[in-house]
């Protein structure tokens, strides 16, 4: 179905004229049986691709028993999904929220509590980093410091101080006495697939140390397994001291959370922080089924290895198209292609074969197929990309073809 002339949803999207009536895995199928290869993943949020047995089978079982319940009572699967994320990883406690921009808002709002709490109210500023993305709340558009996102918007909401990615002498002079944090994705997502090098990420671990900051990582994108990792950040064997998960963790059910340790989360008492939606019953079934999954022993291994294909087909797609493609960068299942035209005609022409990939800052096309992907689908892909290159290699000759008659 076409989109229609006028539409009375809010048209802050540019929407693509496609239409999907459902998913199977790594394919997404219109109304009239057009199968269109899905390397975008909901960006980063289909972990399991569409209409995963398990997940379904999570969602629906739930649904028939119970979907709300106030966080005035008791939440077993909760607790549950909250204990297996810390188990898995450098936390002690867990919030649920609904979004990635939600986690972020807790994970901001606590490590000001921190300060607080050790009598420091003072230091509630935080250091982020340009190309960065946190979300559209008014705090995390100040957070993420991009113009275009805080525009007209009113006063920026006080205390992100943002330097430039890969700048320490920026870093070193943004932090003052009233910084207490440090806040950064391991890998940039919406800036383009920018990954922080592991002693980069080493060297802010220490500096945190050194100067009493609290160090954030959004993984929001990157975690949940993306990165052929549970989490980015285990790639430099650094643990943060508070995290924002979501996208991949709900495997297309709206959810997120804010992991941290029990140091870090100490001002976060009874009544400091909450939410209506955020660890409804729904979601804890689906964030449980998510980490069945993910957490089978060879799971994160397939993940790592289908990544290590893609890069190698990458690397070739570049050879046969310098003209199209200015660079390969990534970790994974989350790829970036730096282009020399404008990224979004390589997302354009990719969609005239039937793939779905994603534009991101830094004129980069983002490649986050569902991490159940198959070889046989990378394959494809890449045939799909292949074919799109040597379109716009062809659109690219005709204006030079066209002067010389
Ligand atoms: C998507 C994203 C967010 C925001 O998540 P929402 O669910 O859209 O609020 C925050 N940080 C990163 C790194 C993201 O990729």
New binding site residues.
Partial sequence: MPAPATSSILPVYARADLTFERGEGAWLITADGRRVLDFGAG?AVNALGHAHPHLVEALTGQAAKLWHLSNLYQNPDGERLAKRLADATFADVVFFTN????A?EASIKMARKYHSANGEPDRFRIVTFEGA????TLA?IAAGGQKKYIDGFGPKVDGFDQVPFGDDAALKAAIGPGTGAILI?PVQ??GGIRPVPTERLRALRELCDERGLLLIL?E??SGVGRTGKLFAHEWAGIEPDIMAI??GIGGGFPM?ACLATAEAAKGMTAGTHGTTFGGNPLAMAVGNAVLDVVLEPDFLDRVARAGLLLKQRLAELKDRHPAVIADIRGEGLMMGIRTHIPNTDLVRAAQDHDLLVISAGDNVVRLLPPLIVGDAEISSALDRLDRACSDLEEEMRQPLKGAAE
């Avoid at 979004?99 to 939600?102: D, H, K, R, W």
């Avoid at 993305?133 to 559209?136: A, D, M, P, S, T």
């Fill in positions: 960006i979004s990635g921009a939600e972020l993305f946190h979300g559209r995390t994705e997502g919406e959004d929001v994108q979501a996208k997120g």
